[in-house]
Each structure stands twice: as structure tokens, then as C-alpha cells.
């Protein structure tokens, strides 16, 4: 399965920002597909940054964290193999490189995009 996120760059705060991941591959192996995000600074050891949102491949299932939760929606084109996030009023914190991930089972991600850089400017 291969991954390949875009839509980054420099938004200001309270703006909104639109993801887009393409999926290619052996997309009949996928169960989910959701977003990580690695804040300035911080490592992501193990490929473990911050999860952001992400929806079940096979029906319309999602599941967000805290830190996006009422302000973000996460879609997905089957037909297109395409995974779409929106994030609304963006906060400085929404800052980071976003990763579009994948994975065969619940709770674990296999495959991982090259990441997109967003930056939320005040």
C-alpha cells in the first residue's frame, strides 16, 4: 500500500486546512486509514506521533482525538482511493508534519505517507 499526502502549507490561525491522501495499492488489505501528525520538536519514534482522525475503510466509521474533535471531518472516496481531512479553526498546536497512514488491522498502522507540512501562523 502506498500513501501520498498533500494539501500543506502555511495557514493563518483560524483558517482551515484540506488533506488529501492518495491510496494506491493493495487497497483490499485496508481496514482504516487516518492521520498522524508529528509537532515541531518532537520525535515520532517508532512512527508514534500524535493521532489526529481517521475513518474505517470499509464502511463510515471514524474516530478522532481530542485535540480535533468538533472542528474536523474526515472523508474518504472508495471509488477514488482518496482520504480527505479538514480541520476548522485552526490553533498554533494543529502545527506539524501530517502523515496519512493505513492500516490491516484495528489499532495498528502498517503503512505510512511521506508527511505534509502544515504551519499555523497567529
Known amino acids: 500500500v502506498q500513501l501520498q499526502a498533500s494539501g500543506g502549507g502555511l495557514v493563518q490561525a483560524g483558517g482551515s486546512l484540506r488533506l488529501s491522501c492518495a491510496v494506491s495499492?493493495?487497497?483490499?488489505?485496508?481496514?482504516?486509514i487516518g492521520w498522524f501528525r508529528q509537532a515541531p520538536g518532537k520525535e515520532c519514534t517508532g512512527k508514534e506521533c500524535?493521532?489526529?482522525?481517521?475513518?474505517?475503510?470499509?464502511?463510515?466509521?471514524?474516530y478522532s482525538s481530542d485535540s480535533v474533535r468538533g472542528r474536523s471531518t474526515i472523508s474518504k472516496d472508495t471509488a477514488k482511493n482518496t482520504v480527505i481531512l479538514e480541520i476548522n479553526n485552526l490553533k498554533s498546536e494543529d502545527t506539524g508534519v501530517y502523515y496519512c497512514?493505513?492500516?490491516?488491522?484495528?489499532?495498528?498502522?502498517?503503512?505510512w505517507g511521506q508527511g505534509t507540512l502544515v504551519t499555523v501562523s497567529s
Open positions: 497512514v493505513a492500516g490491516e488491522r484495528i489499532g495498528q498502522y502498517d503503512y
Open positions: 495499492g493493495r487497497t483490499a488489505s485496508i481496514v482504516h
Open positions: 500524535d493521532f489526529v482522525k481517521a475513518i474505517s475503510w470499509t464502511d463510515d466509521f471514524t
